[in-house]
């Protein structure tokens, strides 16, 4: 069965007074229905413009897609104007940002601003709007939803106000959820839960996940797969198991490093790795392998030839030039 | 609601107590007074001008005199101007309706240009629509008004004589030929406040705007597939007016200001041209009535604005 959405060598590119920046560069990304797809990587690294790309919500200009297609049930977005793309936004593919704090309107009320999307997607009148959108907010748990409605934002916390962001995503019920880093502004208790919300609706309604993030355990916990990015580039791709037991670039292996772990007695405790240096930016990126600057295994080739992105197991693909050499799988 | 507008105004009247006596001193202060011309008029006996001075209590100590003042004033009586010969609220009810239909109809152009000349400009940043508007904008407000209003009365006036230059209130005819003749007289001086108020509220808006247009919510309301217009209108608008409105109902006081300068180049009889004469013609009363009446625009205007802003932005609660 062909995928839900597949994005095929994607290059968006913003104009800087310091040249082109090449935010995403040439990233193949596929989902299936109902699949949960985790897109993991530093801050930096392209993860949400890849996302914006999609649905064309990057700043244009100075934002362009300079190449790729992004295919959604066998139809191309790239070509499609920003008001073709309007029959898509929230009715098909749902966005949950980052920023629960600032990624709802102030003046609004919620009820107001989830309805608005009921009501430009579906002929309802003012009050079956309202109706659904109490549904929803009943939906996500929001306690006292009749109530709640009527509320402003500054009346939610943090949480609560990442709950009605989903509410507002998921109201018209769309194949795909896009969801940016749902939870990195939550604490961690909070954290759980809406990743807990999400999957329980995500099992609900039937639909796919595409999950941006950059903490390893989140992935662990909700990825069927993961693709792993750095620096506008797609480095390695797996199953999550494969890619937790058996990863092979590098920067996975440095990504899961990372990770604290408390399993481990004490003889055993060391401090926790972390990769050195940070993400190149992206005018004028080196020659070669993104990576090699920051990799321990780096060679002469990587610095020359860019690796390019190859199967080395069923389902899991990577880029890197030590290739099946299980590079740190000792370790 | 409303108990927080009463407790403004109650607020208000300790300042406009105070403006008001820091007004009766620096007008004490100031050299002349109604009656300082009896004093040189050969045709005036001394001790007339002196029985005068007595009877209306110029030489009582300035307390007496600002007590005096405002025990009538709050009876309702603004005073006498010796220059006009009649009651300085007659005189000033009779120059309002003028400076009112000017400045409002200026004001109005300045909106009417500014939000969708600032908006649409947002809409598009650096493009040649918004270069353009900015440049204009820029000479705008570079250019005082009475350096425009004088061009406009040698091109429009003097060169093709298409508009009178000169405002009357006496027109001399009935109907709709009135009307129109008082619109036609006062289209330079509209014009000219209008623009200039719009050179710089085209800039704020267009700022406004821009400011908002990045923020996430605008980003969320997108991914709703709300098409560009509702998104503008709905979600940035409606955030950008805040400040702006704010901005413009702090700005009337100082528009009455401003229309002073208009309103001598064009002979408009307002109240600035009022204020003018009167301060030429040591007309006290009527310059201490005036001046007063601009302070308590200033306090109203703003209470206006910070109503207002409460009603447009949720998050703020009257307390």
Known sequence: MAPLLEIKGLKTHFSTDDGILQAVDGVDISINRGETLCVVGESGCGKTVTAMSILKLIAMPPGRIAAGQIIFEGRDLVPLTSNQLDEIRAKEIGFIFQEPMTSLNPVLTVGEQIAESLRRHEALTRKQALERTIEMLKLVQIPNAEGRVHNYPHQFSGGMRQRVMIAMALACKPKLIIADEPTTALDVTIQAQILDLLQDMKERFGMAVMLITHAMGVVAETAQRVVVMYAGKVVEEAPVDDLFGDPRHPYTQGLIRSIPRIDLDSEHKTRLEAIGGSVPILINPPVGCRFAPRCKFAMNVCTEKEPLLREIAPGHRMACHLGDMSVGAAS | ?319
């Not at chain 2, 120059?95 to 600032?118: E, F």
């Not at chain 2, 008004?145 to 005819?173: E, H, M, N, Q, R």
């Not at chain 2, 800039?203 to 709703?224: E, N, Q």
Request: charged share 15%; with cysteine.
């Open chain 2, 1 to 319: 609601m409303s108990q927080y507008v009463l407790r403004r105004l109650l607020i208000a009247v300790p300042s406009l107590l105070g403006i008001s006596l820091v007004l009766f001193v620096v007008l004490a202060l100031a050299p002349g007074d109604p009656f300082s011309e009896l004093t040189t008029n050969p045709n005036v006996p001394p001790e007339v001008a002196a029985s005068l001075r007595a009877k209306f209590g110029l030489d009582d100590p300035i307390y007496l005199r600002y007590l005096h003042w405002l025990s009538a004033m709050l009876h309702g009586d603004w005073g006498f101007s010796f220059v006009s010969r009649m009651d300085v609220d007659q005189l000033i009810l009779q120059r309002l309706p003028a400076t009112l239909y000017v400045i409002g109809s200026a004001q109005l152009l300045a909106l009417l240009i500014a939000i969708p000349v600032g908006v649409y400009a947002a809409t598009k940043p650096y493009s040649l629509f918004d270069q353009v508007a900015n440049t204009l904008a820029f000479v705008g407000f570079s250019l005082p008004t009475f350096f425009t209003g004088i061009l406009f009365i040698l091109i429009f006036s003097i060169t093709l004589d298409w508009l009178p230059f000169v405002y009357t209130t006496d027109i001399k005819a009935t109907g709709i030929r009135w009307v129109l003749e008082m619109i036609r007289q006062a289209i330079m001086p509209v014009a000219v406040l209008g623009l200039f108020q719009a050179a710089s509220m085209t800039r704020f808006v267009r700022s406004a705007m821009l400011d908002v247009i990045r923020l996430d919510y605008v980003t969320t309301a997108r991914a709703k597939g709300l098409g560009q217009a509702k998104v503008i209108v709905k979600h940035v608008m409606r955030n950008a007016m805040i400040p702006v409105v704010t901005l413009i109902a702090l700005q009337m006081p100082a528009v009455f200001g401003g229309a002073i300068v208009t309103e001598q180049i064009f002979r408009i009889p307002g109240i600035g041209s009022l204020l003018i004469s009167s301060i030429l013609s040591n007309d006290t009363p009527v310059v201490m009535a005036v001046t007063f009446v601009f302070a308590c625009l200033v306090v109203l205007f703003n209470l206006i604005a910070d109503v207002l802003y409460g009603w447009l932005d949720p998050r703020i609660s009257f307390r």
